[in-house]
């Protein structure tokens, strides 16, 4: 029997690089999905085949770390990360599509895996937790694709609801959706795509991990969530100058995350933007995660007329969101095309976007 299954990309509206310091963060699923159809044939072998990629790939199902590499990591990581587990994994032949940019940071790698893991479960009759799946997909993703990712982007894609974002709480694994709905308000979502693609496997996103870890450890703490819990920042103690700013902004985002929904929840668009621009800054000065290219997209926003704008996403590339008011934003929109091309960049991709659902037969 044949079965389809989908999972959105997703936007980080807020809590960079928090995740896997246990901190808080709020994305919203995308109306962007990737399909996966899953033909189960009793085989000892998957054949996947996607519209992006020239040829099928076929691995067996007792794969390994290290067979398979590219886009199909992802599928394989998966079928890997649930026999790890203990689950039945049918053989059988996939095939995907997509309309989730890749490369982007809209997170196609988590779509994909979280539309994999649903079609295979699906097949196989297995009932399995949102927090279970996110965690396999994310095991895959760091043990069989080897990017040291947190678990934002599958708790995103699997827990998205429509006009909802999601705060996470990531020490405790909470889940908790929270209206977001700019549209009711005359404001509007902007999402803009630099053209400049990024990657996790590079060694960038495993150096700043490396000095969360560190800053946490020099104040004798098992994460940076237990010193901003402290209440404190207690950031002088880190004698790195480098890990003490990477850890200022991890502890500021933790606080700027929890003030944006306090300012969504009083429909104040001008603060959330204050806040969104505030991450951005965050981001270029302390975590040093942006680009020239990509820090002109949100300062050209913001001088446009958005009441804010920041990089979402691991950094070095990837999307710009910002809240415009609606009157603006075709405006905006048009600023930026002119002032990315004049200075040498690629035009950059201008779309209204919103919350959507998450995974589920497609
Ligand atoms: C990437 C990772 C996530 C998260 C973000 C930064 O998207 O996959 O786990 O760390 O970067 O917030």
């Not at 990477?246 to 929904?261: I, K, Q, S, T, Y």
Request: aromatic letters at 6%; glycine letters at 10%.
């Amino acid at each position: 029997m044949t079965v389809r299954y989908a999972a959105p990309g997703r936007v980080n509206l807020i809590g960079e690089h928090t995740d896997y310091n246990l901190g808080f963060a709020l994305p919203i699923a995308l109306p962007q999905r990737t399909v996966v159809t899953f033909t189960p044939d009793g085989g000892d072998t998957i054949t996947v085949g996607s519209l992006r990629a020239d040829g099928a790939v076929r691995f067996p199902l007792a794969t390994a770390p290290g067979q398979v590499t590219d886009w199909a990591a992802y599928v394989a990581g998966v079928v890997w990360a649930l026999r790890q587990a203990g689950h039945p994994v049918p053989g059988g032949a996939m095939s995907i599509t997509s309309d989730v940019e890749m490369g982007s940071g809209l997170s196609s790698s988590a779509a994909l895996q979280c539309a994999v893991l649903g079609a295979i479960a699906s097949a196989a009759g297995v009932e399995m937790d949102r927090i279970e799946q996110a965690r396999l997909a994310q095991r895959a993703e760091n043990e069989y694709v080897g990017a040291p990712t947190g678990l934002l982007d599958q708790l995103a894609s699997l827990f998205g609801q429509p006009s909802n974002a999601l705060l996470i709480d990531f020490r405790d694994l909470t889940v908790a959706p929270v209206t977001f709905d700019p549209d009711g308000h005359g404001v509007v979502l902007l999402l803009i795509d630099s053209r400049a693609p990024h990657r996790h496997v590079g060694g960038e996103y495993a150096a700043r991990r490396a000095s969360c870890e560190r800053a946490a450890a020099a104040l004798g703490a098992s994460s940076l969530r237990d010193v901003w819990d402290r209440g404190r920042a207690e950031l002088d103690a880190i004698h790195n100058p480098i890990d003490a700013r990477r850890a200022r902004h991890v502890l500021n985002e933790n606080g700027r995350v929890l003030d944006f929904v306090a300012a969504i929840g009083d429909s104040d668009f001008v603060e959330a933007g204050r806040i969104l621009t505030a991450s951005h800054v965050s981001m270029r000065d302390d975590f040093d995660i942006t680009t020239e290219h990509i820090d002109l997209i949100a300062d050209t926003a913001v001088r446009a007329g958005a009441f804010g704008a920041r990089m979402t996403g691991g950094g070095f590339g990837g999307c710009v969101i910002a809240l415009v008011p609606d009157t603006r934003a075709d405006a905006v929109a048009q600023t930026l095309r002119r002032t990315l091309l004049s200075a040498g960049h690629p035009r950059p991709v201008v779309t209204r976007t919103r919350a959507a659902a998450g995974a589920g037969p497609g």
